[in-house]
């Protein structure tokens, strides 16, 4: 559970990712009377998953009185299963829970709820509430508040696998767990297992976990929805199991998922329209860690989000440090209609870091005043994304709530506006340059034909540098670290050494920011590679002169670089 990798980093490969999935939406089905195990819904649902008809309960707790709904009558009819209702006379009740209830197994589908008049109190001495193996539950219109437990789940917890749960317009409110560990968190939920985990119209606030401050989750189907995650913490330290005896934690400030395939009816995880800010880790993903299983078809997406003023804490024994938001690893990626606003992390990245996904789609986000290490941090990200429409501006109106008709994502009693600002600037970037490269490449989008022959030359100037015993160097934009290339695979897989540490990164992983260090190193006085070096300082719009060098010194094969950016001849170009 919570892996990272910093000193193995294993297949990376980004392929263009078209964002037509959105064709996939179907209104999702409303849990019935029956029981029903809460519902999947499609990635880009908008509107929250409606509660339970409670009308036909099986159980009713309590009589009339706030006093008569007790945690004594709540363990009766959980024992039964069913649809559980409360009868407080119409008045707030407040159950004391002193020890945890349990949803035993075997029972029928459950739901609970609270009609928004029931809270139940752990007392700042216990769980709330366990489920235990092949048991299905909804909680809805309930307010949990003070559970505590030592690993996983302060106010929910899936005892073992197999089973669903489903949490509806709840709020979560001071949950914890208390012990440090790379394998245990989740504040307020621990969904272990579940064949599909449901959270609509809840807030999260001021929960903590070792990781995943509010939310922990393993191998789970995900489906998050108009959920607010406000001031939650992962407070362990040291990072993953992959960092030996000294990683406890620390992982995902809101929320840290270890797969969403082992168990899940689907392997995905959606999350809509939500709103994250000011949760903290002590480690890695100040917002959310999103790991993912190799060759599970697992995709991420993320659809007008906001994330705002999450961090990632400077203590003594941090694994990694960064970003101070998103750190997600392996499966597809896509990001639609999101705002990164105001996080800050140790070092960069600050607001979002892409660690061996196979495809990446990010399209009308924005990312504004992200500081890593002091300074603001511009994200980057590999040179074969679908990268489009990208602002760099503090927005007025964020996009997410552009993209929602004027709605704000999340929870509305727990989400205030962020503070306004200068309206937004909007850039379409095609191969967004990697910090700290100042220019973006020119607006003309090349043949992906020219990129691909480019790359090649670059991977066999590598390759000779690599024979005549040097050890090529580059600055990986993403990662903002220099690694020193030692081997290079006949799978293209890059095995060197990153601050001190080994690595593994795939070729294809690359982007073109690092292709142009790559050059630039290894480049010999030829002219292949020096229309090569001129192709990709012409992408980044570097200093005229220095291409004009290099393409005189490319003789005829200059003129391909030329004629790739429509160009007549040298000529041409030193008049621009």
């Given at each position: 559970?919570?892996?990272?990798?910093?000193?193995?980093?294993?297949?990376?490969?980004?392929?263009?990712?078209?964002?037509?999935?959105?064709?996939?939406?179907?209104?999702?089905?409303?849990?019935?009377?029956?029981?029903?195990?809460?519902?999947?819904?499609?990635?880009?649902?908008?509107?929250?998953?409606?509660?339970?008809?409670?009308?036909?309960?099986?159980?009713?707790?309590?009589?009339?009185?706030?006093?008569?709904?007790?945690?004594?009558?709540?363990?009766?009819?959980?024992?039964?299963?069913?649809?559980?209702?409360?009868?407080?006379?119409?008045?707030?009740?407040?159950?004391?829970?002193?020890?945890?209830?349990?949803?035993?197994?075997?029972?029928?589908?459950?739901?609970?709820?609270?009609?928004?008049?029931?809270?139940?109190?752990?007392?700042?001495?216990?769980?709330?509430?366990?489920?235990?193996?092949?048991?299905?539950?909804?909680?809805?219109?309930?307010?949990?508040?003070?559970?505590?437990?030592?690993?996983?789940?302060?106010?929910?917890?899936?005892?073992?696998?197999?089973?669903?749960?489903?949490?509806?317009?709840?709020?979560?409110?001071?949950?914890?767990?208390?012990?440090?560990?790379?394998?245990?968190?989740?504040?307020?939920?621990?969904?272990?297992?579940?064949?599909?985990?449901?959270?609509?119209?809840?807030?999260?606030?001021?929960?903590?976990?070792?990781?995943?401050?509010?939310?922990?989750?393993?191998?789970?189907?995900?489906?998050?929805?108009?959920?607010?995650?406000?001031?939650?913490?992962?407070?362990?330290?040291?990072?993953?199991?992959?960092?030996?005896?000294?990683?406890?934690?620390?992982?995902?400030?809101?929320?840290?998922?270890?797969?969403?395939?082992?168990?899940?009816?689907?392997?995905?995880?959606?999350?809509?329209?939500?709103?994250?800010?000011?949760?903290?880790?002590?480690?890695?993903?100040?917002?959310?860690?999103?790991?993912?299983?190799?060759?599970t078809g697992s995709v991420v997406a993320y659809y007008a989000c906001i994330f705002e003023n999450n961090q990632v804490a400077t203590i003594p024994g941090q694994h990694m440090g960064w970003p101070g938001?998103?750190?997600?690893?392996?499966?597809?990626?896509?990001?639609?209609?999101?705002s990164f606003l105001g996080n800050s992390s140790p070092k960069g990245p600050a607001a979002l870091f892409l660690i061996t996904p196979y495809q990446i789609g990010i399209t009308d986000c924005e990312f504004s005043g992200n500081m890593a290490g002091g300074g603001e941090d511009q994200p980057s990200f590999p040179g074969t994304a679908t990268v489009q429409n990208v602002s760099y501006r503090r927005p007025d109106t964020p996009i997410a709530v552009l993209a929602l008709n004027g709605r704000w994502p999340g929870v509305p009693a727990a989400t205030p506006p962020p503070t306004a600002a200068p309206a937004a600037h909007h850039v379409a970037v095609h191969h967004a340059p990697a910090a700290p490269l100042p220019s973006t490449p020119p607006a003309t989008l090349l043949d992906r034909s020219q990129l691909v022959r480019w790359d090649a030359v670059v991977l066999t100037s590598v390759r000779q540098s690599l024979s005549r015993g040097r050890s090529p160097r580059f600055m990986h934009h993403q990662m903002h670290v220099e690694i020193s290339i030692s081997e290079l695979d006949a799978d293209r897989t890059i095995h060197g050494t990153m601050g001190g540490g080994d690595i593994q990164l795939a070729w294809a992983s690359l982007g073109d920011a690092d292709r142009l260090d790559l050059i630039s190193d290894c480049a010999q006085d030829i002219p292949l590679d020096q229309a090569c070096l001129a192709f990709y300082q012409l992408l980044f719009n570097r200093s005229r002169d220095e291409v004009y060098k290099h393409l005189s010194a490319a003789g005829a094969a200059g003129q391909d670089v030329l004629t790739a950016f429509g160009i007549a001849d040298l000529t041409a170009l030193a008049k621009r």
């Open positions: 559970m919570f892996r990272s990798s910093s000193s193995v980093i294993r297949s990376v490969c980004t392929l263009l990712l078209p964002l037509a999935i959105a064709g996939l939406a179907h209104s999702p089905a409303a849990l019935g009377a029956e029981a029903s195990p809460p519902p999947s819904i499609p990635p880009w649902q908008l509107d929250a998953v409606p509660p339970v008809d409670y009308q036909r309960a099986d159980r009713v707790v309590g009589s009339g009185t706030p006093e008569s709904v007790t945690a004594e009558a709540l363990q009766r009819a959980l024992d039964g299963g069913g649809i559980i209702t409360f009868d407080t006379g119409g008045r707030p009740a407040t159950i004391l829970v002193a020890r945890e209830l349990i949803l035993p197994q075997g029972v029928r589908p459950t739901v609970i709820d609270g009609q928004g008049l029931v809270t139940l109190d752990g007392q700042g001495k216990t769980r709330i509430l366990g489920k235990q193996w092949k048991t299905e539950l909804t909680v809805q219109r309930l307010r949990f508040q003070n559970g505590v437990a030592g690993d996983c789940g302060g106010a929910i917890n899936t005892d073992v696998w197999d089973g669903t749960l489903g949490a509806i317009d709840c709020e979560f409110i001071n949950c914890r767990t208390t012990r440090s560990g790379p394998d245990i968190g989740g504040g307020a939920i621990y969904a272990g297992g579940q064949h599909r985990f449901l959270l609509s119209g809840c807030s999260f606030t001021g929960c903590q976990g070792s990781n995943g401050g509010a939310v922990g989750s393993l191998g789970c189907q995900i489906d998050f929805v108009n959920c607010s995650f406000i001031g939650n913490k992962a407070f362990g330290v040291g990072g993953g199991a992959d960092a030996g005896p000294t990683g406890q934690g620390g992982i995902g400030g809101a929320y840290a998922m270890d797969g969403c395939s082992q168990s899940a009816d689907q392997h995905h995880a959606y999350i809509s329209s939500c709103y994250f800010k000011d949760n903290i880790a002590n480690d890695h993903g100040g917002v959310v860690f999103n790991y993912c299983y190799q060759n938001g998103i750190y997600i690893q392996d499966g597809q990626c896509i990001f639609s209609a999101c």
